[in-house]
């Protein structure tokens, strides 16, 4: 299947994302419980994007390993400010802005595979990957 | 975007929110305001939120169920959570969240039970029930 992807410039495109997620994980084989996880964390990552990276897009990527299995991965890019300190954003309890410092560790832990680089005034790239169980 | 609209029920004291659509958080936050301006306009002493056909609870929503029970405490009222689906519950506690201050109960009778023990209201709230609703305004009143 082909990548897509949504642009995340305002909050409505925020519920749009996750519903997209959850369709697309249902699609692909993905479990109730997995394509909450999905969609939960593209609410969590696509509203990082919205509120503290002035936009950005999701692409939505349907993967599979050497050993065929298969998954979704989900990048989520912004041009905003960036993370100047990555290893505090990832600790617990951690936040900028009204959230409740969840938002990065507690997505992480709704994956498999949970990547962040960030450069502080070029922007932020968070990529996850969720295989199908 | 038009936001969507969430209806607020009265029974009794306690006012019922039936969230049966996915929330942008332009409605979370649309539908905490309201809420709170019910409580004030009618008295109510409990708040039933329905949360059983919400496919996802993120920390923006997490947080605003936590919000509203603080404030309706404040507003001498209590706050219960119910219909929380299984994979949302797993995906709640993974992510992090507590939901401070929130109870949570499986679905609308044990929700108004919980109400109910809290304050005194079988009297009036069972002459505003009908059918099947005052058959457990009865079962309430004996207990």
């Known amino acids: 299947m082909e990548s897509r992807s949504l642009a995340l410039d305002d909050e409505h495109d925020i519920a749009v994302a996750r519903n997209e997620v959850r369709r697309l994980a249902g699609a692909l084989g993905f479990r109730i419980i997995d394509q909450t996880r999905l969609a939960t964390v593209t609410s969590e990552l696509a509203r990082n994007v919205v509120k503290y990276g002035e936009g950005g897009r999701l692409i939505l990527q349907p993967v599979s390993d050497h050993g065929g299995r298969e998954g979704l991965r989900l990048i989520f890019e912004d041009s905003g400010p960036g993370i100047a300190d990555l290893a505090a954003a ?8 009204r959230g409740l410092g969840k938002g990065l560790p507690g997505s992480k832990r709704l994956v498999d595979e949970f990547e962040i680089e960030s450069e502080v005034g070029r922007g932020t790239r968070v990529t996850v990957v969720r295989w199908i169980a | 975007m038009p936001v969507a609209r969430i209806p607020i029920l009265k029974v009794g004291r306690v006012l019922i929110v039936p969230i049966q659509v996915d929330m942008d958080d332009q409605t979370v936050m649309h539908l905490q305001e309201r809420i709170l301006s019910e409580l004030e306009r009618t008295g109510a002493r409990g708040v039933l939120i329905d949360i059983s056909m919400l496919e996802m609870v993120d920390s923006f929503i997490g947080r605003m169920l936590s919000d509203i029970a603080a404030m309706a405490r404040i507003m ?12 949302v519950a797993i995906t709640l506690v993974e992510l992090g969240l507590e939901l401070k201050g929130v109870d949570t109960v499986l679905n609308v009778d044990e929700g108004f039970r919980l109400l109910r023990r809290e304050f005194d209201i079988s009297d009036e709230a069972e002459e505003e029930f009908n059918g099947e ?9 004996r207990s």
């Open chain 1, 90 to 97: 990832m600790r617990d309890g951690f936040t900028t802005g």
């Open chain 2, 133 to 141: 609703t005052s058959t457990f305004g009865k079962q309430v009143a």
């Open chain 2, 76 to 87: 001498d009222a209590r706050t219960v959570v119910v219909g929380m689906q299984p994979a």
